[in-house]
């Protein structure tokens, strides 16, 4: 079984500052890890992924995290947040080889950028 | 370019009553989703179907059923509706087959409420 934790239900931060948002993972097996993005009234938008390979991930506007597996975390980091990044994400895993279609998502975490 | 549509975008019931959730994608997807999302939990897999004529449980399967109509489309159907059915519901799709790399095209969702 897989499971994903999002540490911060919100975070508020203040527009120009960077921000980090927190997620850890429980596997048995080695996984996928991904961030989706949900702006308000919208559906979810993939933002990165981790497939294999270089351990930080780079994605849609200016947003990069970092595959630690020493730590099992996933963290999602932008060094400057805009008041266009309010939103909420999610961070999601799936085990690898998995012919299955279950991605598993975190609880969220609500990002409130403040002029 | 639709991608993921979903019908309808609100929805309100008594309890007992029944409807089905509409979802229908363009970009020629062999897999589709639905997904319920509410405070605190992400987003949790009702029902999953992998293929045209073949569809699965996922985490949270009962009180619901669905039908894949054809390769576009996917419906939900909710024969009794309960309070607890209360939520916000997300059709996505998913390119290829085989293991899942986790990239979801999602619909901008349908909120549905039971009095």
């Known amino acids: 079984a897989q499971s994903v934790t999002q540490l911060d239900s919100q975070v508020p931060v203040f527009e120009e500052a960077p921000v980090e948002l927190r997620c850890n993972y429980s596997?048995?097996?080695?996984?996928?890890l991904f961030w989706y993005v949900q702006y308000p009234n919208q559906g979810l938008q993939l933002l990165l992924k981790?497939?294999?390979?270089?351990?930080l991930v780079k994605g849609i506007n200016g947003f990069e995290a970092e595959f630690n597996k020493s730590q099992t975390s996933f963290h999602l980091r932008k060094p400057s947040v805009h008041i266009s990044d309010t939103a909420e994400y999610f961070c999601?895993?799936?085990?690898?080889?998995?012919?299955?279609?279950?991605?598993?998502f975190g609880g969220g975490t609500r990002l409130m950028v403040k002029p | 370019n639709a991608g993921v549509t979903q019908t309808p975008k609100f929805q309100v019931l008594k309890t007992g009553q029944s409807m089905t959730l509409q979802c229908a994608q363009d970009?020629?997807?062999?897999?589709m989703y639905w997904y319920r999302q509410d405070p605190g939990m992400g987003l949790r897999l009702i029902y999953y179907?992998?293929?045209?004529?073949?569809?699965d449980k996922g985490e949270v399967p009962n009180g619901y059923n669905v039908s894949r109509l054809n390769k576009r489309e996917f419906s939900l159907r909710l024969e009794s509706a309960a309070p607890s059915q209360t939520s916000v519901y997300f059709c996505?799709?998913?390119?290829?087959?085989?293991?899942?790399?986790?990239?979801?095209?999602f619909g901008e969702g349908s909120r549905l409420t039971v009095l």
């Open positions: 996505a799709s998913r390119a290829g087959q085989g293991a899942n790399t986790g990239e979801l095209f």
């Open positions: 596997s048995s097996v080695s996984v996928y």
């Open positions: 981790y497939l294999s390979g270089s351990t």
């Open positions: 999601a895993v799936i085990s690898r080889g998995n012919a299955g279609n279950m991605l598993t």
């Open positions: 970009m020629n997807h062999n897999s």
């Open positions: 179907s992998a293929s045209e004529g073949t569809t």
